[in-house]
Structures are given as structure tokens and as C-alpha cells.
């Protein structure tokens, strides 16, 4: 059974990009196979796994790509009855070296793989409307982009276990889409005053997306009686939130380590916000359950403030669990410091990964 997840959270620069890199890297550490889903116009994801030169050669259009060998080339048709959609994927950077590992996987096939993004979901993202796509039910569909996909790839034998999808900063209608094909969400936020605001927002923008899709699907229903499709959709869960990039200090007294007293402000005021306002909002969904038993108030991860050791992800298209093998760009070597924070945040990005092969 494939799980679809989304990296969602409509402030910008939380971490959902690099959440959805190093965890597919934990996910595929432990034998799963991942397919990653750019569905950001930003393409941030697609620049970080494959490089922007082997990401500029996928957006060229070509007479024999019309529309590119990005998610584009699957979007797009699909609009265009008279044209095929076809999936193209792409193998990140490191991906050789996965495979070095001898991880296993069950068919002993690529473990990881990257549907690249396109700056051209703008355009998809104006094309899709919510009035009459979603709430009177006539293109819901058209909102299933990235379910289809991955439906697509089953049909030619290609399954994964786990599918990410990364998206943009906002509520927009490709949020909106991630959202209807997800089994669940996971929301990144960093320790800022505006986090604890973005949670409360979330509570108040999901139940009326869920409830635009009810009301169509209603409609849709009474026409299509026998479609077992989007009955489905429309049914994200909470799969919890991550505290990304706060900064610690051990104690002397007792020699723990702690968030510094500014991000333990937020981090309880988040988790305050996660119980008191957004926890009763997915309640009061009321036709299926948003807020599954095992989710917590507390993060589900708590990953500190990488320092340049974020850059240098970007900048050598390898994820955190790859760092230490590489030098690094910006100096000569890893101090004992920051070899120290890769090996405790590798661990809880694989106990990250852990909870979901686990609950979700
Ligand atoms: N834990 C961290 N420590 C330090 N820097 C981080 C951390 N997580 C992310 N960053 C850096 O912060 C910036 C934003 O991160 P990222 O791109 O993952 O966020 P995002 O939520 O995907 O952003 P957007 O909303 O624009 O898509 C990047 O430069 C990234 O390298
Ligand atoms: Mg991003």
C-alpha cells in the first residue's frame, strides 16, 4: 500500500524542502522506496536532489518532449485529451551510493525516485479553479494530479512504499491538491512568532478545503455512482509537526542539552496552539478522522539549526545522512561540532522516518 505524504505548511522557508530530502533518505535507509514529488514551482526540491544542470536539460522542451520531462509533461496532457501523459523520473545525485550500501529493497530495484518540478505549476496552479472544479464537483480530477501519477507508475509495475510530495509556501490550489490525494500532512515550522499563527491558520483553511471537496464530491456522486476513486480522496490526516532549525546549549549544571530559553518560548507556544486551537479544528471534521490517535501535541522531530551544514546540502545534492563523506564547499574539513549535530540529527530524521513506517 502506498502512503502519499504531504510537506505542507503555507508560511515560507520553514524546512519543507529539506524535510522531505533528508527524510527520504532515513525512509530509504530502511529498505523503502521513495518517490519524491516536486510540486512546488519554486523546484527547490528538484535543484537540491538532481542539480540545476541535470534540472535545466529536464525542463527543454523538445519536439520530442513537448512539454518537458517534468511533472509538466504528466499535468499538462491530462488537460489536453488529444495528448498521452507520461511520467518521467529521475534518480537523485546520490543515489549510486544507496545502492553501494546494498540496501535492500524487496525487488532490488532504485530506491529513490524524483519527479522533477516545473515553474510552468504556476500556470497549472491559475488553470485549476475551486469553484467549479472542486465545489460543484465537475473537475476533481483535475485536483488528483499527484495521486494519478503515482496510479500512472503502479500500472507499469513501478510501486513505492512511500511517496513525498514537496510544496509551495501557500493555500494555493496545488496545496489544495496535495492535500485531496494525501494520506497524511506534515507540517515544519521554525521557532518564530509567526509559526504558532500558521498552525491557527491551518485549523481554519483545512476544514474548508475538506469541506469544497465534500460538497463536490456530493454532486460528482449523484452522477457517477459507481467511480471508487474519489470517494477515496479528500481525506488528509494529521500526521503531526516538526520544530525545525532552533538553536541548543548544554546546561552545565546538569550537562543536558536544551533549546536555547527564545525557541523553548515557541516551541510551547506552538505546541500549546497545536492542542488548543488546531487539535478541536480537525475534530470538528466530522466524516472521517483528521486527527489520528497517535499524534501528539509535541513534534514528532525536533531538528536544530543546521547552520551551513543546510547550504551545503543544497550545494552538494546529498542529504544529511551523506554529509560527512564529502568535504565540505565552505572550509577545509567537518569540525568535531558539527560532525557531532550531523550524527544526532541523522538519528532523528531515521526516527522520524521510524514513526511513519510505523503509524502511517
Ligand atoms: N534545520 C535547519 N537549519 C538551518 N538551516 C535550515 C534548516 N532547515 C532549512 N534550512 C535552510 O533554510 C532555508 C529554507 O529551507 P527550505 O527550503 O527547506 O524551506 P521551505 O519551507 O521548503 O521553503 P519554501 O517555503 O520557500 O519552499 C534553506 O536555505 C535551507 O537550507
Ligand atoms: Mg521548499
Not at 514551482?41 to 534540472?55: H, K, M, R, V, W
Not at 511520467?87 to 540496501?103: A, C, H, S, T, W
Not at 532549525?245 to 523553548?264: M, Q
Request: proline share 6%.
Amino acid at each position: 500500500m502506498t502512503k502519499i505524504i504531504s510537506l505542507f505548511n503555507n508560511k515560507g522557508g520553514v524546512g519543507k524542502t529539506t524535510t522531505v530530502f533528508n527524510l527520504s533518505a532515513s525512509l530509504s535507509q530502511k529498505g523503502k522506496k521513495i518517490l519524491l514529488i516536486d510540486f512546488d514551482p519554486q523546484c527547490n526540491l528538484s535543484i537540491a536532489t538532481i542539480g540545476y544542470d541535470e534540472f535545466a536539460q529536464h525542463l527543454e522542451r523538445t519536439k520530442e518532449h513537448p512539454f518537458g520531462r517534468t511533472i509538466r509533461a504528466f499535468a499538462q496532457p491530462s488537460l489536453q485529451p488529444t495528448q498521452s501523459s507520461k511520467v518521467y523520473r529521475v534518480q537523485p545525485k546520490y543515489q549510486k551510493e544507496i545502492l553501494n550500501d546494498q540496501v535492500e529493497t524487496v525487488d532490488g530495484q532504485t530506491l529513490i525516485d524524483i519527479v522533477p518540478g516545473d515553474f510552468w505549476l504556476n500556470s497549472f496552479a491559475d488553470i485549476l479553479t475551486v469553484g467549479t472544479d472542486v465545489v460543484q464537483g465537475s473537475g476533481l480530477y483535475k485536483f488528483l494530479v499527484p495521486f494519478l501519477l503515482v496510479e500512472k507508475l503502479k500500472e507499469d509495475n513501478n510501486s513505492y512504499d512511500y511517496v513525498l510530495i514537496d510544496l509551495p509556501p501557500s493555500f494555493n490550489t496545488l496545496v489544495r491538491s496535495a492535500l485531496y490525494c494525501s494520506d497524511y500532512f506534515l507540517v515544519p515550522c521554525t521557532p518564530d512568532s509567526f509559526s504558532a499563527y500558521c498552525v491557527s491558520l491551518i485549523g481554519e483553511v483545512l476544514p474548508s478545503f475538506i469541506e469544497d471537496w465534500n460538497q463536490g464530491r456530493k454532486r460528482y456522486e449523484v452522477l457517477n455512482r459507481y467511480d471508487q476513486v474519489i470517494p477515496e480522496k479528500g481525506i488528509p490526516k494529521f500526521g503531526g509537526w516538526i520544530f525545525n532549525g532552533f538553536a541548543t546549549t548544554v546546561y552545565r549544571s546538569t550537562k543536558e542539552r536544551k533549546e536555547i530559553g527564545a525557541d523553548k518560548f515557541h516551541l510551547d507556544k506552538t505546541s500549546l496552539t497545536v492542542k488548543e486551537d488546531l487539535f478541536p479544528k480537525l475534530k470538528g471534521i466530522s466524516h472521517y478522522d483528521c486527527l489520528p490517535d497517535f499524534v501528539e501535541p509535541t513534534p514528532v522531530a525536533k531538528i536544530q539549526d543546521l547552520n551551513t551544514m543546510a547550504r551545503e546540502i543544497q550545494k552538494l545534492n546529498v542529504p544529511l545522512n551523506r554529509l560527512r563523506s564529502r568535504k565540505p564547499t565552505l572550509f577545509a574539513s567537518w569540525s568535531y561540532a558539527q560532525k557531532d549535530l550531523m550524527e544526532r540529527m541523522n538519528q532523528e530524521y531515521d526516527s522520524l522516518a521510524q514513526y511513519i513506517i510505523d503509524n502511517f
